[in-house]
């Protein structure tokens, strides 16, 4: 018989709970790897002939030194308001994705598995994701201190950035970029979700006396699948990074927008350009995914007692 066999299908209402909780938790916690990452993807430091690119360590250090270390949660905001329904939207039609892709025997072959996983991506790209990062990375561009009351920002919080985009860009530059952040999400989720349910797995195969791993496990395995995904799309992170924090002429298409980042990205400062903030998204992602994986795991399985517990009372009378 089947490990899960006898489990009923996760709600929806279970998949918002878990997930929030879980993204809220991730954000909290790795938050200021992704300011450092965006900060590293918009610098122009290292254009000078004899100059270096400036490095991770010496990026943060620089934001904490100038805008003091609140700084390093710029865009905070809008991580959390939109990353309940960002990771409610990615396991709910991950799992309904790999429920329609399933055999008549209910089981996903690893390569609709990645399917799922891709189609995942690409939903919640389009549903919370390109217009929370747009506003995020607004957010986060702005090198001013926070400890200065006179330096006033551009855009001083989440609603206050949405407000001002909308009405000098229109609602359309909120979505700028949104073919490269879907390319990005669904080949993060299509290499993280495969490779977290295979290590899953595996990780079963060699402990059958156990019906749940526990935690720890699924951190290490959340842990190595996460990293996958930013080693393979690098270079669309970056260009949508300053796709997204641009501002255009109206009538300008997004593939010449694309085109033009691209072209001066290798044009002044080569190849190496294209994987600028790799070390802080990594450390960013990576970790990321392991809370998120264990945490959702541990809530879904609450969730899952809890709902259980009563009807077991009530046949034991």
């Known amino acids: 018989m089947s490990r899960n066999g006898d489990k009923k299908p996760v709600g929806f209402a279970t998949h918002i709970t878990a997930g929030g909780l879980a993204g809220a938790m991730e954000a909290l916690c790795c938050q200021p790897l992704d300011t450092i990452k965006v900060r590293m993807q918009l610098s122009k430091s290292g254009t000078a002939p004899g100059t270096k690119p400036r490095g991770f360590l010496a990026t ?36 309904t994705y790999k429920g329609w892709l399933a055999d008549s025997s209910g089981n996903t072959k690893v390569g609709n598995i990645f399917i799922a996983g891709l189609a995942a991506g690409t939903t ?8 929370m990062e747009v506003v995020k990375i607004r957010l986060q561009a702005q090198q001013h201190s926070l400890a200065d009351p006179l330096e006033a920002p551009r855009y001083r919080n989440a609603g206050h950035a949405v407000y001002t985009i909308i009405r000098e860009e229109g609602v359309s530059a909120l979505y700028r970029g949104v073919s490269l952040t879907a390319l990005r999400q669904a080949t993060n989720q299509g290499a993280n979700f495969t490779a977290y349910q295979e290590l899953k797995k595996l990780a079963h195969s060699y402990q059958l006396d156990l019906k749940d791993l526990p935690s720890y496990q699924h951190m290490v395995i959340g842990l190595i699948s ?3 995904g930013p080693f393979s799309n690098a ?61 959702y795991e541990k809530v879904r399985g609450i969730i899952e007692t809890m709902k259980v517990s009563p009807s077991q009372d009530r046949y034991s009378e």
Do not use: N
Request: glycine letters at 8%; charged letters at 20%.
């Open 60 to 95: 943060g250090l620089m934001i904490v030194r100038r805008e003091t270390p609140l700084a390093l949660y710029k865009g905070l905001g809008a991580v959390l308001s939109g990353i309940v329904p960002k990771m409610a939207i990615r396991f709910a039609s991950f799992e």
């Open 124 to 131: 919640e790209a389009v549903a919370v994701v390109c217009p």
């Open 226 to 228: 996460g990293a996958m």
């Open 235 to 295: 270079p669309i992170d970056t260009i949508k990074t300053r796709l997204q924090k641009a501002s255009y002429e109206p009538g300008t298409s997004a593939f010449q927008r694309i085109a033009a980042i691209a072209k001066e990205m290798w044009r002044q400062e080569g190849v190496r350009s294209f994987y600028k903030g790799i070390t802080p998204r990594v450390l960013r992602v990576a970790p990321g995914q392991a809370i998120v994986f264990a945490v």
